[in-house]
């Protein structure tokens, strides 16, 4: 079947550092998704990863391992405007564009 | 880049009634669109992938003939909730893959999303 998991909520001050973990199970994976999305807002593309390794972009950074069905995202330098649900999601091989996506992972940065 | 108009924006609608909501691909065109759910606190849930010229494809228990799809041209998708209750107002986003010639890596544009309240 298929299944991805990620944190439901996590705190951390201004400044600091956030790493959010997700794993996921699948079948004809095509490619693992980060995005961010403010409450009540369409979410916004982070990053794609589909090969092993870390994909840096600015403070956020994507990482992936696919033999492990793991990936994390980093984020560095937290600004307050950082609150937000960070959703992982993977597309697997039976149509482009198809996401399953994980809960979501609400970050809390407090001052 | 490629853009994904969604509207309404915002709709309140009685019990009963039906709502139509539009998602339109500005500047390209979109063979295949999709349809996101999502209730609060929770994820993006895959409701239907919109097929121009064709028929949706309806994820497991979503009920086809309560939200009927219409994909009539490669710019037009559009989602109707039918005889709507209470336990249908939800956040409903689309969706659709950008042109190939995009460099983002993004799969998804989104539209900004429909607030439905049925009262």
């Known amino acids: 079947g298929q299944n991805i998991d990620q944190p439901t909520e996590m705190t951390a001050t201004e400044g600091a550092i956030v790493q959010i973990n997700c794993t996921y199970q699948?079948?004809?994976?095509?490619?693992l998704f980060w995005y961010q999305q403010h409450a009540g807002e369409a979410p916004t593309f982070l990053s794609y990863?589909?090969?092993?390794g870390l994909e840096e972009k600015g403070r956020f950074s994507s990482f992936l391992s696919r033999s492990k069905g793991y990936s994390y995202l980093l984020l560095k330098e937290l600004q307050m405007k950082d609150s937000a649900s960070y959703l992982c999601?993977?597309?697997?091989?039976?149509?482009?564009?198809?996401?399953?996506f994980g809960a979501g992972t609400q970050v809390v940065v407090t001052p | 880049g490629a853009v994904v108009s969604q509207h309404p924006s915002r709709v309140i609608c009685k019990s009963g009634t039906s709502v139509k909501i539009e998602c339109r691909s500005l500047d390209f065109q979109a063979t295949t669109m999709f349809w996101y759910r999502q209730f609060p606190k929770q994820s993006l849930m895959l409701m239907a992938t919109s097929n121009e010229g064709s028929k949706a494809t309806y994820e497991q228990g979503v009920e086809k003939d309560k939200f009927l799809i219409n994909h009539a041209s490669l710019t037009l998708s559009t989602l109707t909730v039918t005889s709507a209750h209470p336990e249908d107002s939800s956040f409903y986003i689309c969706?659709?893959?950008?042109?190939?010639?995009?460099?983002?890596?993004?799969?998804?544009?989104f539209g900004n999303g429909t607030r439905l309240t049925v009262t």
């Open positions: 990863n589909v090969l092993d």
């Open positions: 699948t079948s004809g994976f095509n490619g």
């Open positions: 969706s659709a893959p950008p042109p190939t010639e995009e460099g983002d890596n993004s799969p998804l544009h």
């Open positions: 999601a993977f597309m697997t091989t039976d149509s482009w564009g198809k996401l399953q």
